[in-house]
């Protein structure tokens, strides 16, 4: 999980911080071990440059792999998740990702106002969280009194 430019010095700390997390010794879970087993093997990997080199040249060979893959949402393709074509107007940031790609939070809002919520719990939607907050909060009491009362 560390980008494939990342300097040594970077990977070294970033083990070091990983191993005071997961070791044994410091954290009583269950799974403990089996994280620092795995912690160990991708450093053994990472800190040996002939390992590092023959394990980004097998990533690039998947990758390349998985770009002829006509699942795969290419960059500037039309395609759209498994929720079909977007409804109503297009309101807000656009997901290009998962079942409602295509789609802005403003529909997804009117459509299904739960997935936002889990959205905003996930890693993936980090970057929409303050505008999901805003959506789901909707007008205000305050501010929705006095256009009732306009209305009227």
Known sequence: MVAE???????????RALARRYHPDLNRSQDAAERMMQLNEAYGVLRDPERRAAYDAEMAKRRDRRAGDRLVNQPGSASVGAAGQPIGPPHGSLLEFGRYRGWTLGQIRRQDPQFLEWLMSVPGGRQYREEIATLLRGPSRASAAPMQAAAR
């Not at 430019?5 to 083990?15: G, P, Q």
């Open 5 to 15: 430019n990342a300097d040594t010095e970077i990977i070294r700390v970033v083990y």
